[in-house]
């Protein structure tokens, strides 16, 4: 049994959202568990879309559209 597997026991009709930094990693994670056989959306767009022409991250995602977000987590001093 995945960890996957192991965490979502409990939650047999559980969907699953994926999202990353640029939406590479989320698409790719999406499929692995689609083909596990999970119901997945993934986040296209990604947190914080591509870059543009000079490394920015100014041209789509969450943060961009000023969607709501926090930062929590270890390491991490408010």
Excluded: H, K
């Excluded at 692995?32 to 056989?37: D, F, I, R, V």
């Excluded at 947190?47 to 490394?55: E, L, S, T, Y």
């Amino acid at each position: 049994m995945s960890a996957v597997d192991e965490f979502f026991e409990d939650y047999p009709d559980v969907t699953l959202i994926t999202m990353c930094r640029e939406g590479i990693r989320g698409a790719f994670a999406a499929a692995a568990l689609e083909e596990a056989g999970y119901s997945v959306m993934n986040m296209e767009e990604a947190f914080q879309g591509i870059a543009d022409d000079r490394g920015y991250r100014t041209i789509n995602g969450w943060v961009v559209r000023g969607l709501p977000y926090t930062y929590t987590g270890p390491g991490y001093q408010d």
